[in-house]
């Protein structure tokens, strides 16, 4: 599908429950992490874009790192099978390197690959991601190069407000390479995201509003419906292990 081969599929906008429960060990090798987590999400956003055709997903994965900053993973989600070629999960697995460079200043560098058993056409996806953080704000790339290649830069930033809940800003750019369809001549488009969350009773509740640039001629031709690509409020409960 023309989707698939210029913007490689992500990690949930809705994001993954953070790693602040994980579970240490020692080994001969030195401590290990290990995180599991689980969210319940009223939709499956990517970029501004249903993977779930407006339907709820559940999604889960799995966390271990070692003190020297090396970790690796699987995550997992529901997805349209419709949109994937017959496809009804998305399945990613990843590695990489993260560390403080000071106090505030913080890095990652992650290779991770995306695949949907069953789909068919819908070949591995391979993605290669670089950010740094400082404080609350978030800057990063995503270079995908299988089955084609497209950049992704992106920019967050977290605003504590009162009674311990968290205002996320969001915004995207991604660069195809390519004509983004027959409607849509350009190479590039924009997705942008507003999110309050909070925990309660340790669950991880986010509230969003998403959305994209992206033509309905685009998105029709990418998923076979126009509506896959509308402004989305949504909604997910996150707990990590």
Same mark, same amino acid.
């Given at each position: 599908?023309?989707?698939?081969?210029?913007?490689?599929?992500?990690?949930?906008?809705?994001?993954?429950?953070?790693?602040? $429960?994980?579970?240490?060990?020692?080994?001969?090798?030195?401590?290990? *992490?290990?995180?599991?987590? @689980?969210? !319940?999400?009223?939709?499956?956003?990517?970029?501004?874009?249903?993977?779930?055709?407006?339907? =709820?997903?559940?999604?889960? =994965?799995?966390?271990? /790192?070692?003190? /020297?900053?090396?970790?690796?993973?699987?995550?997992?989600?529901?997805?349209?099978? +419709?949109?994937?070629?017959?496809?009804?999960?998305?399945?990613?697995?990843?590695?990489?390197?993260?560390?403080?460079?000071?106090?505030? !200043?913080?890095?990652?560098?992650?290779? %991770?690959?995306?695949?949907?058993?069953?789909?068919?056409?819908?070949?591995?996806?391979?993605?290669? %991601?670089?950010?740094?953080?400082?404080?609350?704000?978030?800057?990063?790339?995503?270079?995908?190069? $299988?089955?084609?290649?497209? @950049?992704?830069?992106?920019?967050?930033?977290?605003?504590?407000?009162?009674? +311990?809940?968290?205002?996320?800003? $969001?915004?995207?750019?991604?660069?195809?390479? *390519? /004509?983004?369809? +027959?409607?849509?001549?350009?190479?590039?488009?924009?997705?942008?995201?507003?999110?309050?969350?909070?925990? @309660?009773?340790?669950?991880?509740?986010?509230?969003?509003?998403?959305?994209?640039?992206?033509?309905?001629?685009?998105?029709?031709?990418?998923?076979?419906?126009?509506?896959?690509?509308?402004?989305? @409020?949504?909604?997910?409960?996150?707990? /990590?292990?």
């Amino acid at each position: 599908m023309k989707k698939l081969t210029i913007c490689i599929a992500t990690l949930s906008t809705l994001g993954i429950a953070s790693l602040s $429960h994980a579970e240490s060990f020692d080994t001969a090798l030195g401590q290990f *992490d290990t995180s599991m987590n @689980v969210t !319940l999400a009223t939709d499956y956003i990517w970029r501004g874009q249903s993977q779930t055709a407006g339907k =709820g997903a559940i999604q889960g =994965g799995l966390d271990i /790192s070692h003190e /020297s900053g090396l970790f690796i993973g699987t995550w997992a989600s529901n997805v349209d099978d +419709e949109a994937f070629g017959g496809a009804s999960v998305e399945w990613d697995y990843y590695a990489g390197f993260a560390g403080q460079l000071t106090e505030a !200043l913080s890095y990652d560098l992650t290779w %991770i690959a995306y695949e949907y058993p069953g789909g068919d056409d819908v070949d591995t996806a391979y993605e290669i %991601i670089g950010t740094l953080g400082f404080r609350d704000l978030t800057l990063g790339t995503k270079y995908a190069y $299988h089955p084609s290649s497209a @950049v992704y830069g992106f920019i967050g930033y977290d605003i504590a407000l009162p009674y +311990e809940t968290t205002l996320g800003l $969001h915004y995207g750019y991604t660069d195809t390479k *390519d /004509s983004l369809s +027959e409607v849509q001549s350009g190479e590039s488009y924009q997705d942008w995201a507003v999110s309050l969350g909070k925990t @309660v009773i340790g669950l991880d509740l986010a509230l969003m509003y998403s959305a994209t640039d992206l033509k309905d001629g685009t998105c029709e031709e990418w998923y076979g419906k126009a509506t896959y690509c509308d402004a989305n @409020v949504t909604f997910s409960a996150s707990r /990590s292990f």
